[in-house]
């Protein structure tokens, strides 16, 4: 059972927001729906809900379109808040168990039980206008699982969190996962994909330029970084044609090998200029290969 995309379209006038895109969500997986400002990403994700038609294509769920499946079935987190400022918390919550086919019993517990794992308690009376930014997401998030749903789509859902509500958030979502649902979600911050995700496509003016499962993505990228962290000459790696700086941190640098760079060559020149504490070879990152695919697509 999986979510498939076959060919998506559409247009809004006269531009191509999402152009022939075709994708496959397994059930179950955490999976990671990247790309740059404009590139089309939250116009799938409605294409998908089908919160908007395309003009071609179709999107089903074990080949059933997914406005057929009933009402619950998912729950989405829009990037734009959409709660009811003068509502309360409590009272929000459980209005929207209720329209997402949650019984008034349940979903009054459910919201208790949500408020309490997001540490909300002392604001459940609040009115949504009241809030921070970072306690209105909360609260959209808990919206949008309150149901249980068997399906998550989550557009930019670590926005305006703190460190230690993006990792409550993380919790969360590794736990709906081991539960078997499926989620995708989108973000800037590619490092948080790359934490937690198994599989990601890469979309860039609608198409898609990357698809499939990240460890296999990066394996096939080659060994083409190195760390370095040095006592010494950190000027060393200007004499080496082809080696390129990336980036200078305060506990290493890292560079990337041209096709012809020998690693051990570097080794022996870093050697020479001071005492090497770090030497490693490894695969780019998600942030590096997404600016690489993304840069050379412009």
Same mark, same amino acid.
């Given at each position: 059972?999986?979510?498939?995309?076959?060919?998506?379209?559409?247009?809004? +006038?006269? =531009?191509?927001? =999402?152009?022939? %895109?075709? @994708? /496959?969500?397994?059930? &179950?997986?955490?999976?990671? @729906? %990247?790309?740059?400002? &404009?590139? &089309?990403? #939250?116009?799938?994700?409605? =294409?998908?809900?089908?919160?908007? $038609?395309?003009?071609?294509?179709?999107?089903?769920?074990?080949?059933?379109?997914?406005?057929?499946?009933?009402?619950? @079935?998912?729950?989405?987190?829009?990037?734009? +808040?959409?709660?009811y400022p003068k509502m309360r918390v409590a009272e929000? !919550?459980?209005?929207? &168990?209720?329209?997402?086919? !949650?019984?008034?019993?349940?979903?009054?517990?459910? #919201?208790?039980?949500?408020?309490? +794992?997001?540490?909300?308690?002392?604001?459940?009376?609040?009115?949504?206008?009241?809030?921070?930014? *970072?306690?209105?997401?909360?609260?959209? #998030?808990?919206? #949008?699982?309150?149901?249980?749903?068997?399906?998550?789509?989550?557009?930019?859902?670590?926005?305006?969190?703190?460190?230690?509500?993006?990792?409550?958030?993380?919790?969360?979502?590794?736990?709906?996962?081991?539960? *078997?649902?499926?989620? /995708?979600?989108?973000?800037?911050?590619?490092?948080? =994909?790359?934490?937690?995700?198994?599989?990601?496509?890469? /979309?860039?003016?609608? $198409?898609?330029?990357?698809?499939?499962?990240?460890?296999?993505?990066? $394996?096939?990228?080659?060994r083409q970084i190195l760390r370095i962290s040095l006592?010494?000459?950190?000027?060393?790696?200007?004499?080496?044609?082809?080696?390129?700086? %990336?980036?200078?941190?305060?506990?290493?640098?890292? @560079?990337?090998? *041209?096709?012809?760079?020998d690693s051990s060559h570097v080794l022996k020149e870093?050697?020479?200029?001071?005492?090497?504490?770090?030497?490693?070879?490894?695969?780019?990152?998600?942030?590096?290969?997404?600016?690489?695919?993304?840069?050379?697509? +412009?």
């Open positions: 059972m999986s979510l498939v995309a076959t060919q998506i379209t559409k247009k809004f +006038r006269d =531009v191509t927001a =999402v152009d022939d %895109l075709s @994708f /496959i969500v397994q059930k &179950g997986s955490l999976f990671g @729906f %990247l790309g740059p400002n &404009g590139a &089309g990403k #939250t116009t799938t994700m409605r =294409v998908v809900l089908n919160i908007i $038609r395309p003009d071609e294509g179709q999107v089903t769920w074990d080949g059933t379109p997914l406005n057929r499946l009933g009402r619950g @079935f998912f729950g989405y987190l829009p990037e734009e +808040r959409g709660l929000h !919550l459980e209005f929207l &168990g209720r329209i997402n086919g !949650l019984d008034k019993r349940k979903a009054q517990s459910e #919201t208790e039980r949500w408020i309490e +794992r997001f540490d909300l308690g002392e604001l459940r009376r609040k009115r949504i206008e009241e809030l921070s930014k *970072g306690n209105q997401q909360k609260v959209q #998030t808990i919206g #949008t699982m309150l149901h249980d749903p068997e399906l998550l789509i989550l557009d930019e859902p670590f926005s305006g969190l703190d460190p230690v509500n993006t990792s409550l958030l993380k919790e969360v979502l590794l736990e709906a996962h081991q539960r *078997g649902k499926t989620i /995708i979600f989108s973000s800037h911050r590619m490092d948080q =994909v790359e934490e937690i995700c198994e599989d990601i496509v890469l /979309i860039d003016h609608g $198409r898609l330029i990357l698809h499939g499962n990240l460890k296999q993505i990066k $394996r096939s990228m080659g006592e010494g000459d950190q000027g060393f790696w200007a004499k080496i044609p082809g080696l390129e700086l %990336l980036s200078s941190r305060a506990d290493y640098q890292e @560079f990337r090998l *041209g096709g012809r760079v870093a050697m020479r200029a001071g005492q090497v504490i770090r030497f490693e070879l490894v695969e780019p990152s998600l942030d590096q290969i997404f600016v690489e695919k993304v840069g050379g697509q +412009r």
